[in-house]
């Protein structure tokens, strides 16, 4: 099942480095991030959120509690480890790996379904992404 159907709209956040909205660069780990740029592929409308769990301890990071009301069907990042990776599932939101470039280009590559999912067994291990 292809998660980019063109008939459905989806909602699509990218943990960021800065709140630039398109040109943002993605950030290297999804429960860090200082900003969640979300993407809806229906209306293009960007919406930048500041991730105010984004310091915590190893492990303790509690990224849905900063985006759960947005409505995500998808989470592109560089890396999450497997236990993101499940309570993400759990919440019917996939995730998807794009190791670089602004959240404009990584729009482009998941509108062209060009993204590996991410999956408990692929994810990070001790913040040593793939």
Do not use: W
């Amino acid at each position: 099942m292809s998660l980019q159907r063109k008939d459905v709209f989806m909602k699509i956040c990218i943990p960021t480095e800065t709140n630039e909205g398109l040109n943002a660069k993605v950030y290297g780990h999804f429960g860090s991030a200082p900003y969640f740029t979300l993407y809806d592929t229906g209306t293009e409308i960007v919406k930048v959120v500041a991730n105010n769990n984004a310091e915590h301890a190893h492990g303790m990071c509690q990224p849905l509690s900063v985006i759960g009301d947005e409505s995500v069907n998808v989470v592109i990042c560089s890396g999450m480890g497997a236990r993101a990776v499940q309570k993400l599932n759990a919440a019917n939101i996939k995730a998807l790996r794009a190791s670089a470039g602004t959240v404009s280009q990584i729009i482009v590559k998941y509108k062209e379904n060009a993204l590996e999912e991410i999956t408990p067994e692929n994810a990070c291990s001790q913040h040593g992404c793939h």
